[in-house]
């Protein structure tokens, strides 16, 4: 199980990048109609290869599409109202939480006392960053960003239970995919308003490159979920926060409290002890 949750770990350094390029276009309606787009090429191209996951992932799998296209029209909202290091960590704190929460008490997995204490040091990390600031405001940006985490919990674990019974997590990755990009763009052609096409053409590069990474990561996170305990991988997985706050004051011009300076340490020596007591 060690490579799966390197490979997860690897992914949380693409995912913090993909988000800063949606929030660098600064354009909802374009961020989300572009990752659309790669979302369906990467979807069919799977389909064409691997078929169909077995009959009982497909409520899982719709569920899971309808939510991450809901996902990533309020993640592309949320940027517009604040710094990506300020909301990112908000929306991916959110979700270990709750994960480990319905891993635990529902679907009876089973972590040893390392990984609890692992998991503990690394969420109160992630947590430290998202209050680094100050506790954030009911509205705006911050309310969007914890409705953001709740998504990202709910589709995190329809995934891990739909992608076990599929059988064939690729199957399972490429209807999720291909289903979830006609809803986003559909969505955006409807709202984006005059003069999409032209917004479309002039961050094409930015937006697909960020689509592009969204694929790989959440693909190879749906992938991990059948091979790992969920808390493990989303734990895991949100490390990419620390990646999120770096990129955001380096390329951005976002600054850097002292407060979330230590959150990162945190955050990195949970990292550190999951991997080792998962391994």
């Known amino acids: 199980m060690t490579y799966v949750l390197w ?15 949606a929030k660098s276009v600064g354009d909802r309606w374009v961020a989300s109609t572009l ?4 979302n369906g090429i990467g979807g069919i191209a799977c389909i064409l290869v691997f078929g169909l996951p077995a009959p009982g992932a497909w409520p899982f799998l719709v569920v899971s599409a309808l939510l991450q296209a809901v996902y990533l029209l309020t993640l592309t909202s949320a940027y517009r109202h604040g710094d990506l290091s300020r909301l990112y960590p908000i929306m991916r704190g959110t979700a270990p939480v709750l994960v480990t929460a319905v891993s635990v008490l529902v679907l009876n997995e089973q972590l040893s006392p390392s990984s609890w ?8 990390g992630i947590g430290l960053l ?3 600031r100050g506790l954030p405001r009911r509205g705006g940006g911050p309310g ?11 589709y995190t674990v329809s995934d891990g239970i739909g992608v076990r019974i599929g059988d064939q997590p690729m199957a399972y990755i490429g209807w999720m995919f291909a289903l979830q990009a006609p809803v986003l763009i559909g969505v955006c052609w409807w709202q984006g308003g005059p003069g999409l096409l032209v917004r479309l053409r ?7 490159t960020g689509g592009l990474l969204s694929v790989i990561t959440y693909g190879t996170v749906v992938w991990a979920q059948s091979r790992a305990p969920l808390a493990v991988v989303s734990g895991l997985r949100e490390t990419s926060v620390i990646w999120a706050v770096l990129i955001g004051r380096v390329f951005l011009g976002e600054r850097l409290v002292g407060r979330e300076a230590l959150a990162i340490v945190l955050a990195c020596c949970g990292a550190v002890v999951l991997q080792v007591s998962s391994g």
């Open 7 to 21: 490979l997860v770990l690897g992914t949380a350094v693409l995912h913090a990048g993909w988000n800063a390029l």
């Open 35 to 38: 990752i659309g787009v790669v």
């Open 117 to 124: 204490l692992g998991l503990t040091v690394l969420v109160a």
């Open 130 to 132: 998202a209050v680094g």
């Open 144 to 154: 969007l960003g914890r409705l953001a985490g709740v998504i990202i919990a709910s």
């Open 202 to 208: 002039r961050h094409a590069v930015r937006g697909l």
